[in-house]
């Protein structure tokens, strides 16, 4: 829709390259200006008229002040109607809880971008299958669904975990990545440290 009325700004495909896009209408709330006006801080606005109504399109850039900004614009709009969010190219679910979720990922983001070294926050030493310690380079992935990886699955390890991501729905943090998903060797971990 956007694509067609605005052709050099499309929000949707902005998602591939940012952190998050947030489309909203006029809407009679009392929080429409200031809505309006966190939009606007973002690395990339645009108001589109489509007939005698205007939709507002944000595009949040991979940073900790713009996670700040999609916060509280999510919070401020998440229940309106005509309220859209989209990640990674996707358009997020509606109902609340995945909104909820959207927020919560942006705000662990936020969390880690404070750090000095990101994988400070994100990532942490679990065992699995009470054998093997390995690198959680997930904060928001709960130990009790880490047990649920298992070599009696067709699927790698790794893929396992991208996939408890996706069940997460914090699949799409820009820090997340799956492939640091793997065994504790002594040697690695000691050459992959930072000072």
């Given at each position: 829709?956007?694509?067609?009325l605005?052709?050099?700004f499309?929000?949707i495909?902005?998602?591939?390259?940012?952190?998050v896009?947030?489309v909203f209408a006029?809407?009679?709330?009392?929080?429409?200006t200031?809505?309006?006006?966190?939009?606007?801080?973002a690395?990339?606005?645009?108001e589109?008229?489509v007939?005698k109504g205007?939709?507002?399109?944000?595009?949040?850039?991979k940073?900790?002040?713009?996670?700040?900004?999609?916060i509280?614009?999510i919070?401020?709009?998440e229940k309106w109607?005509?309220?859209q969010?989209?990640?990674?190219?996707?358009?997020?679910?509606?109902?609340?809880?995945?909104y909820?979720?959207?927020?919560?990922?942006?705000k662990?983001?936020?969390m880690?971008?404070?750090?000095d070294?990101?994988?400070?926050y994100?990532?942490?030493?679990e065992k699995?299958?009470?054998v093997q310690s390995?690198?959680v380079?997930?904060?928001?992935?709960?130990?009790?669904?880490?047990k649920?990886i298992?070599?009696l699955?067709?699927?790698s390890f790794?893929?396992?975990?991208?996939?408890?991501?996706?069940?997460k729905?914090?699949?799409?943090?820009?820090?997340?990545?799956?492939?640091s998903?793997?065994p504790v060797v002594?040697q690695?971990?000691l050459?992959?440290?930072?000072?």
């Amino acid at each position: 829709m956007a694509q067609d009325l605005v052709p050099d700004f499309d929000p949707i495909e902005e998602t591939k390259n940012n952190l998050v896009s947030i489309v909203f209408a006029k809407s009679s709330s009392s929080y429409y200006t200031f809505a309006v006006g966190v939009a606007q801080g973002a690395d990339k606005y645009r108001e589109i008229t489509v007939g005698k109504g205007i939709i507002h399109a944000a595009v949040f850039s991979k940073t900790k002040d713009q996670a700040s900004r999609a916060i509280s614009l999510i919070d401020l709009v998440e229940k309106w109607q005509g309220a859209q969010i989209f990640l990674d190219g996707d358009l997020a679910a509606k109902e609340y809880e995945h909104y909820g979720a959207v927020s919560n990922v942006l705000k662990c983001f936020s969390m880690a971008s404070s750090c000095d070294d990101w994988r400070a926050y994100c990532f942490r030493i679990e065992k699995i299958m009470a054998v093997q310690s390995y690198i959680v380079p997930c904060r928001m992935i709960e130990l009790h669904l880490l047990k649920n990886i298992t070599d009696l699955h067709p699927s790698s390890f790794r893929n396992q975990f991208q996939a408890l991501s996706v069940t997460k729905k914090c699949h799409w943090c820009p820090l997340f990545k799956a492939d640091s998903f793997r065994p504790v060797v002594v040697q690695d971990w000691l050459s992959n440290r930072t000072p």
